[in-house]
């Protein structure tokens, strides 16, 4: 139990944020794999809804003449799970949470889902232990160093909503998305009147998206 306390007080330090409540920084790292009746899904649902408000809410102050499309897009890129899976990694949280043994022998990259969901439990915690201001205050440090690069001037477009809009000016059929997993993580699959595309990635929107990325390029280099 010592043990336990060191590692959850290492944790605050690298989160920046000191619990008085303990025991909510130790709900949200159970995994549903390692509970049923105790782990983080509530938290990383309540979690979840703060941390696109308080970016939602940033955004809109930052950037006062954008449209809603793109004040979106602008969100999705900071809180869409690679971003929130690449945040968890650089706060080392695979090392605190608390899977089953079936779940902790999974690859890394099967383990993504787990750190984005962890992410937002985290946050959900900070909430129920403090109040919104302090929250926000915790969300905008937290991605202080993506909030300083992001800018109206980037393209936002992932290949997805690309393919997407594309297909749409056409009045083409959308594409459907047949993702499966792997044991490197997961492979995606579209049909389209071009062809079969495929591709591979470390998450579900990953593989999604190099397969739409394959596609366009097919369908960019077929009307060249």
């Given at each position: 139990?010592?043990?336990?306390?060191m590692?959850?007080i290492?944790?605050?330090?690298?989160?920046?944020?000191?619990?008085?409540?303990?025991?909510?920084?130790?709900?949200?790292?159970?995994?549903?794999?390692?509970?049923?009746?105790?782990?983080?899904?509530?938290?990383e649902f309540?979690?979840?809804?703060?941390?696109?408000?308080?970016?939602?809410?940033?955004?809109?102050?930052?950037?006062?003449?954008?449209?809603?499309?793109?004040?979106?897009?602008?969100r999705?890129?900071?809180?869409?799970?690679?971003?929130?899976?690449?945040?968890?990694?650089?706060?080392?949280?695979?090392?605190?949470?608390?899977?089953?043994?079936?779940?902790?022998?999974?690859?890394?990259?099967?383990?993504?889902?787990?750190?984005?969901?962890?992410?937002?439990?985290?946050?959900?915690?900070?909430?129920?232990?403090?109040?919104?201001?302090?929250?926000?205050d915790?969300i905008?440090?937290?991605?202080?160093?993506?909030?300083?690069?992001?800018?109206?001037?980037?393209?936002?477009?992932?290949?997805?909503?690309?393919l997407?809009?594309?297909?749409q000016?056409?009045?083409?059929?959308?594409?459907?998305?047949?993702?499966k997993?792997?044991?490197?993580?997961?492979?995606?699959?579209?049909e389209?009147?071009?062809?079969?595309f495929?591709?591979?990635?470390?998450?579900?929107?990953?593989?999604?998206?190099?397969?739409?990325?394959?596609?366009?390029e097919?369908?960019?280099?077929?009307?060249?």
């Amino acid at each position: 139990w010592k043990n336990k306390i060191m590692e959850l007080i290492t944790l605050e330090k690298k989160l920046q944020y000191r619990f008085k409540d303990i025991e909510l920084l130790k709900l949200s790292l159970i995994h549903k794999s390692s509970s049923n009746s105790k782990n983080n899904e509530r938290l990383e649902f309540l979690g979840d809804s703060i941390l696109n408000s308080v970016i939602s809410k940033y955004l809109f102050s930052k950037f006062p003449n954008e449209k809603e499309g793109l004040l979106t897009r602008m969100r999705s890129s900071l809180v869409m799970g690679d971003a929130l899976t690449k945040k968890a990694q650089n706060l080392e949280l695979n090392k605190f949470i608390i899977l089953s043994k079936g779940t902790a022998n999974l690859s890394e990259s099967r383990k993504y889902s787990i750190l984005e969901g962890t992410i937002e439990s985290v946050i959900g915690a900070v909430f129920l232990d403090s109040d919104w201001d302090t929250v926000s205050d915790f969300i905008l440090n937290l991605f202080a160093a993506e909030l300083i690069k992001i800018g109206i001037n980037q393209e936002y477009r992932d290949s997805k909503t690309e393919l997407q809009e594309l297909l749409q000016s056409k009045k083409l059929k959308l594409p459907k998305y047949d993702t499966k997993e792997s044991k490197n993580g997961f492979i995606c699959k579209i049909e389209l009147a071009e062809g079969s595309f495929f591709a591979s990635g470390n998450s579900k929107r990953q593989a999604e998206i190099a397969a739409a990325k394959n596609a366009l390029e097919q369908i960019k280099h077929t009307n060249a």
